[in-house]
């Protein structure tokens, strides 16, 4: 028991608990117990959960406001042990699939209440289907300017609107509070089902409503570009907590400004970026699919 008591005071070590920082010009510096979220693996559950708050509570000091306990990873739907010799290194998967594939495979596939299993076929897969081709490949075709010759926010007709244009703004002006709601859970699964959920939405609308075959500039084709645009700036913005660098640059390719980068307390809804504000000017692919046996996914995971 004695070793525990040592072991886990270091919490009350590493955070800065009982150093005072009152003068410091670092809100980064300051103390950090006790924590909003103490994350933990299930196998050491008991310790934490019973342990830890009992000594804390018999000394007078404040316990962590919530623990998460979550579950372990497997490899290809085994255990991750040195005897097996399956393990995988975090580091050169990033460097194979990108990092910013690699981060959002690991939150679709977390979840608290099992293990997730990760598989090299799973990984491509997540990043070829989810990434390349629902994300990356409406980007590409509404920035381009055979589909935007005016390379910028269309307005928005409400009085031409139809039927699925609403029901299309209702999905994207519910998707910020959504995630949120997921997240204060700490459900980064469900967040990323949501988001998925307007994406696929987006592109099932774009396909329905064939902007290639309207006229540019008349009110249909404006509003069709205007909520595709809006959508991915709402998409783009809930997916910097989980993608930052890549969610960065599809905002930087809509020419998203950086005070609307953030989710206001109202939430991210259509129509609150100015029409005429003009789209960025790269259109590098966000993400290319993985092949190994061609070096575009090679060029793409060294960014």
Not at 141 to 170: D, W, Y
Not at 225 to 245: A, K, Q, S
Not at 248 to 269: N, T
Request: charged fraction near 20%; aromatic fraction near 10%.
């Amino acid at each position: 028991m004695y070793v525990w008591i040592d072991a886990l005071a270091n919490y009350l070590t590493g955070s800065n608990w009982l150093v005072d920082w009152t003068d410091a010009s670092d809100v980064a510096q300051c103390g950090l117990w006790p924590a909003a979220v103490q994350t933990l693996g299930k196998d050491i559950m008991r310790f934490h959960a019973v342990y830890w708050p009992a000594f804390l509570l018999g000394a007078g000091l404040p316990v962590a406001d919530l623990l998460f306990v979550h579950g372990w990873w497997t490899k290809d739907g085994k255990k991750i042990s040195k005897s097996l010799g399956n393990a995988f290194d975090p580091v050169e998967t990033a460097e194979t699939y990108g990092l910013d594939a690699f981060r959002y495979f690991l939150a679709r596939e977390s979840n608290a209440s099992a293990d997730g299993d990760y598989t090299d076929a799973a990984m491509a897969s997540r990043l070829n289907s989810d990434l390349a081709n629902d994300l990356g490949n409406i980007v590409c075709r509404v920035l381009s300017k055979n589909m935007c010759p005016g390379q910028c926010l269309p307005a928005f007709h409400a009085e031409v609107a139809t039927e699925a244009e609403l029901g299309l703004i209702e999905s994207l002006n519910t998707l910020s509070a959504l995630v949120d709601q997921k997240l204060v859970r700490l459900d980064t699964r469900s967040a990323l089902v949501g988001v998925w959920d307007c994406i696929r939405a987006m592109n099932a609308f774009l396909q329905h409503a064939e902007p290639w075959k309207l006229e540019a500039g008349s009110p249909a084709h404006d509003n069709v570009l205007h909520l595709i645009f809006e959508g991915l700036r709402i998409v783009g913005t809930c997916l910097l907590p989980f993608m930052p660098t890549k969610a960065a640059e599809l905002l930087d390719q809509l020419g998203v400004e950086p005070q609307l980068r953030h989710v206001p307390e109202a939430g991210l809804a259509v129509g609150h970026r100015e029409a005429g504000s003009a789209l960025g000017t790269d259109r590098t692919p966000l993400f290319a699919k993985y092949e190994p046996d061609g070096p575009a996914w090679k060029r793409q995971a060294a960014k």
